[in-house]
């Protein structure tokens, strides 16, 4: 398919914090995504907030509720680029957020926002997270598409963009992107699925492992199990009884295990090091 590269979007990214690739999916896929997620947008009630919106429609969980979620989070494009521009600061990646949102006709723009600024630590020096919008529906600038403010140079925001879109396109762009999604003006809402890939060793928006328990977490293939919390990142983060967590995806998880290292190269080499050089000392070589 057109738009499958990678490394294209790190570039647009670092240039200009967000790219939109056109003709990334079949839009018979997203179709048969869109009648799944049908009667979830039809039961979720409005948003109580001025952040998500009094006019907005949003759930999360997508892959309890249409198994076509796990084509776009495995995506080729989406997860080649997460990890290009995340692993240099992270053992592994992980599934920060899956949504669904339903933007009404009436709702207001919403406040722009770096999605980002949910965890506390420095900005600027890295990047936390990457968002994925595939539209539903065609994004218009009537009906409410995505507004981003480039930041090239992470100062002063650019001229705002709107981001419209046709089903079958993805909107990539940064945790450090100011961005918000537009006022509908139009007679008729507009959909999107928002998937989001963090650093490993963060908390991610949505709480994974209490989305997919372990009784659901065993139907995911490994990769997908691993994105959303079943594996440790090191130094040990993440394990449960000292060890990695995809044990409780096996058949038969034994009541008791030993704890068992999950380390950084250099940092066991520097505990060999050390408990060598104790042991030398102590006599207990």
């Not at 759930?59 to 995506?75: D, M, N, P, S, Y």
């Not at 949102?101 to 420095?122: C, F, K, N, V, Y």
């Not at 994105?227 to 409780?248: E, I, W």
Request: with cysteine; glycine share 10%.
């Amino acid at each position: 398919m057109p738009g499958i590269n990678p490394d294209a979007c790190v570039a647009m990214l670092g240039a200009q914090g967000y790219a939109i690739m056109r003709n990334v999916v079949p839009r018979a896929d997203i179709a048969r995504l869109g009648h799944a997620l049908e009667p979830h947008f039809a039961a979720t009630p409005f948003c109580q907030g001025d952040f998500y919106g009094w006019r907005t429609k949003r759930f999360h969980g997508l892959l309890k509720r249409a198994a076509e979620t796990a084509g776009l989070i495995e995506h080729p494009l989406a997860l080649g680029t997460a990890e290009r521009l995340l692993l240099p600061f992270c053992d592994n990646i992980q599934l920060n957020l899956t949504q669904a949102l339903e933007i009404h006709p009436g709702e207001l723009a919403q406040a722009p926002h770096r999605d980002e600024d949910m965890w506390q630590g420095t900005k600027g020096d890295i990047e936390y997270l990457l968002n994925v919008m595939w539209p539903l529906n065609c994004y218009t600038a009537a009906n409410g598409a995505t507004r981003l403010w480039p930041a090239p140079d992470r100062g002063v925001p650019g001229a705002m963009v709107t981001a419209t879109m046709a089903p079958g396109d993805a909107l990539l762009f940064l945790g450090s992107t100011l961005h918000g999604a537009g006022a509908n003006r139009s007679p008729t809402p507009r959909r999107g699925v928002l998937i989001s890939y963090c650093l490993g060793w963060l908390k991610p928006y949505e709480n994974q492992w209490l989305t997919y328990p372990p009784a659901v977490a065993k139907t995911f293939p490994p990769t997908l199990a691993a994105l959303v919390g079943y594996r440790q990142h090191r130094p040990n983060l993440g394990n449960v009884d000292g060890g990695c967590p995809s044990a409780l995806l096996a058949e038969a998880s034994p009541a008791c295990r030993p704890a068992v290292d999950a380390l950084r190269p250099e940092q066991a080499a520097a505990l060999r090091e050390y408990r060598t050089r104790i042991a030398g000392e102590t006599g207990d070589a």
